[in-house]
């Protein structure tokens, strides 16, 4: 079918004057004799399109009655941490590839579903869940599908495609494609953006033959389509797409709808997460025991041996940060989420139930996962031999800690570290989800950010990372008070911050102004200890405080030094320095002084923003 919706007849593409023309990047030996369905071959017109000719290639099979058809998925909207979280590449199409009857198409069987990304070989579990989605998707779908039925919806669209069709009707036509939902999860973006973005492509009316072997389509001359993902699309992220232009296309913007979102959903049953404070960066499963159960014999959170190997100070971080919670006297409070482990030697029941809590089973497994210095020094399969003779749960709940984890934390090198922070235990910490961070940047536009301290105990920062940064005020978790009202305290002095963290101090209490003004006398008159340059934790004498930004909008209220940001959505963590053995940081910082500012974006600028 070509653009005006004129079908190819079988004289036109098998005639004496075309032997060896062939559809896309077929050879005529696989496809002279097996006939081709053509609403097969109208649903690939409708996404080269709508889309551009690279977004979908095909493969026949010659001898049997089999065509893949691979749809390719732009990613490149995720931000270069998320991707990075998420383990894709973003400047790399995540593939769908689908396997119909080459005859028979939505009359044949249901199609089989793969999902990959051709350089991400390993580790790709967003994949996994990706698959799930859209095979699910694809069986409610084939339930009513048939060939008769996508040719009575498509007939609406010819009009569309007609050279005399206005650029109003165009225009109108663009919203359905619209890659991400329209939800509160996402900020609007405004028509004068999207007018700024379209332009009417050069309509091409060609037979698109092509007699090479490789499936991959020809580049197109320009791309359709090619501004950021919005929401302009309404409905929900799993509202049905219309099949007005295919079942093809249909799933692609459904993958779409999906993809930006997939960290609100559990990996398993596909529901959506509940957590006070929204959802969290990184994909996880959800508490449901059938879900914790599925998602063990997926064998995805089996890779605790290459988080170890990659990222080992992160995971010594980790296991102190749980270790700091499961010890502290408010852990029935703080300690959440309890873990979900599956037991090893009965897969059917949790070893580690939230619903049965049981602290000192928990304490003495945490006890027996060997040091991760340890680890990095010889083959992980013997240590974990080690740890299993120890306590078999040792192990389980060491993936736990891992894979629970849903913020994105990464050690800075030595040349990448703030040095006036005088400590080695610095890591990039992002916390934010795609939508979150996308309402954040739409404030930051409107009414710019700064830079300020958030300090809080070690114990906190195991529920920090799991359910984010939650306005505690005249709640359970509240532990400082809340003189100043509700919100999310912050400071740009560090020394105050550091006072929130617990440093120089045993008791939790929040401090009297007096108390701080002289807290901050004390620490100024301090020498200031020399960096520890070792590569992991030497102590379990913790503290800790984060690098926040924040939206300077009127709802940021300000006591002298002390910030209360009443809106979550308007803080996001961006750095975390660790302190241990009593060193004490500089407390002279001031993150509004020019010099602070620029050495924070210097290191900001290649670690965040350099998408």
């Known amino acids: 079918m070509d653009i005006k919706g004129q079908c190819w007849t079988d004289e036109e593409s098998d005639g004496e004057n075309e032997p060896e023309q062939f559809l896309y990047g077929i050879q005529g030996s696989c496809a002279a004799d097996l006939y081709r369905h053509p609403q097969l071959d109208a649903d690939i017109e409708a996404v080269k399109d709508i889309y551009t000719d690279g977004a979908v290639s095909v493969r026949e099979y010659g001898t049997i009655d089999d065509v893949d058809i691979d749809l390719q998925i732009n990613i490149s909207f995720l931000d270069e941490e998320v991707a990075t979280a998420w383990k894709v590449i973003r400047t790399e199409p995540i593939v769908l590839r689908l396997r119909f009857s080459l005859s028979q198409y939505l009359d044949g069987p249901e199609p089989s579903v793969e999902v990959f990304q051709p350089s991400n070989k390993e580790g790709f579990s967003l994949g996994l869940q990706l698959k799930k989605i859209l095979s699910t998707f694809t069986s409610q779908q084939w339930k009513h599908l048939s060939n008769e039925f996508l040719k009575a919806q498509q007939e609406k669209r010819h009009s569309w495609f007609k050279a005399g069709g206005t650029i109003k009707k165009f225009r109108a036509g663009l919203s359905i494609f619209s890659p991400i939902p329209k939800s509160p999860s996402f900020p609007l973006i405004q028509d004068t953006v999207l007018k700024g973005k379209l332009s009417v492509p050069e309509l091409r009316v060609t037979r698109l033959m092509n007699r090479s072997i490789s499936c991959t389509m020809k580049n197109p001359k320009g791309e359709l389509f090619s501004y950021p993902p919005n929401s302009q699309a309404g409905g929900h992220c799993k509202n049905i797409p219309t099949l007005e232009y295919g079942f093809l296309v249909q799933i692609m913007k459904y993958s779409e709808q999906r993809i930006p979102t997939l960290n609100e959903y559990c990996v398993v049953c596909d529901e959506q997460h509940v957590f006070q404070n929204g959802s969290m960066l990184k994909p996880a499963v959800c508490t449901r025991e059938l879900c914790v159960f599925s ?104 993936q736990w800690i891992i894979s629970s984890n849903r913020s994105h934390i990464v050690k800075l090198p030595l040349s990448r570290q703030l040095k006036f922070m005088h400590t080695s235990h610095q890591f990039l910490l992002l916390s934010s989800p795609p939508a979150k961070e996308a309402r954040f940047r739409t404030a930051k536009k409107l009414y710019g950010s700064t830079f300020a301290f958030h300090g809080s105990h070690i114990e906190n920062w195991h529920s920090v990372l799991r359910n984010g940064l939650v306005n505690a005020s005249y709640t359970k978790l509240q532990l400082h008070g ?90 996001c963590t961006r750095f975390f320095f660790v302190y241990e053995d009593g060193q004490v940081g500089d407390a002279n910082i001031n993150t509004q002084e020019p010099k602070i500012q620029k050495e924070i974006m210097r290191v900001i600028g290649t670690q965040i923003y350099s998408s």
């Open 295 to 398: 998602f063990y014999t997926l064998g995805v959170m089996s890779g605790a041996a290459e988080e170890v190997a990659t990222g080992a100070e992160v995971v010594d971080l980790l296991v102190a940060m749980c270790r700091a919670a499961l010890e502290s006297p408010r852990k029935s409070i703080i300690f959440e989420p309890y873990p979900s482990v599956v037991d090893p030697n009965d897969p059917k029941t949790l070893a580690f139930n939230p619903k049965k809590k049981n602290y000192e089973r928990l304490q003495k497994a945490l006890d027996s996962v060997m040091s991760i210095r340890e680890m990095t020094q010889g083959s992980y399969l013997e240590i974990k031999k080690q740890m299993d003779k120890l306590d078999p749960l040792a192990h389980p709940l060491l």
């Open 482 to 571: 809340a003189a100043y009202g509700k919100g999310i305290y912050l400071s740009p002095i560090s020394s105050i911050s550091f006072g929130y963290s617990g440093m120089g101090k045993g008791q939790h209490r929040m401090p009297t102004k007096d108390e701080l003004v002289l807290r901050y006398n004390r620490m100024n008159t301090m020498p200031q200890s020399r960096p520890i340059q070792s590569r992991f934790l030497q102590s379990r004498n913790l503290n800790c405080i984060a690098l926040c930004e924040v939206i300077t909008s009127k709802d940021l209220q300000k006591h002298g030094n002390i910030w209360v940001c009443p809106v979550s959505d308007h803080v």
